[in-house]
Structure formats: C-alpha cells, structure tokens
C-alpha cells in the first residue's frame, strides 16, 4: 500500500509563494506518476502538475505554468511543488496522488492520495 504524506500550506498573500511537499512510501512501480491535484469549494478536482519518475514526463495545467514547478528527489521519494505569484484563485486543498503507470491526468487515473493541505491565498 502506497502512503503519500503532504505538508506545506497555509496562508499566504497575492504574490506570495509556498513550497508543498509529498512523500511516497511501501511499493514503488518503474514507472509510477506521482503528482498534485487541487480542490477548490464546490468544484471538482483538478490536476495542478505531473511528474513521471523515470523522467520523459511532466504536465503542467495552463492555470499554473510559469509560476508553478514540479520537482522531484529520487533518493527520499519526495515530489515538491513550488508555488510562485500565487493568485486568490489557486486557493484550494492540494492533493498529492499517484499511479503505477500513466492513464492520464484525471483524477480518476490515480490510485493513491495523500490526506490533502490547504492553501489559502488572500488578496
């Protein structure tokens, strides 16, 4: 059973960054995908940024790209978002997920998530 284990939301002004982390523990798979998803009140959740672990992969919502980046540390099977220029609207919970292979960038094409971790951006 894969545990993914998140931290680094909290509170932060327009303009402001924060950096989130995600570590993965139990089986690990070749090819697994490893990345966040966000969930805003009322809306569905959506992918934010996606890393493949053997290299060759990486997505980035058009919402975030340029302010976002996705890195990863083999060693400690840690993903980490850095979060740039935050807007009101990235305010949302993160989730960290992953799939054995990729299938997409849905959140139905992940197996396994992480408790979630608010972000809250104030104007």
């Known amino acids: 059973q894969v545990q993914l284990v998140e931290s680094g939301g909290g509170l932060v002004q327009a303009g402001g960054s924060l950096r989130l982390s995600c570590a993965a523990s139990?089986?690990?798979?070749?090819?697994?995908?490893m990345g966040w998803f966000r969930q805003a009140p009322g809306k569905e959740r959506d992918v934010v940024a996606l890393i493949g672990w053997s290299g060759g992969l990486i997505y980035y919502a058009d919402s975030v790209k340029g302010r976002f980046t996705l890195s990863r540390d083999n060693a400690k099977n840690t993903v980490y978002l850095q979060m740039n220029s935050l807007k009101p609207e990235d305010t949302a919970v993160y989730y960290c997920a992953v799939s054995a292979y990729y299938r997409g960038a849905r959140a139905r094409d992940y197996d396994y998530w992480g408790q979630g971790t608010q972000v809250t951006v104030s104007s």
């Open positions: 139990g089986p690990t798979f070749n090819n697994y995908v």
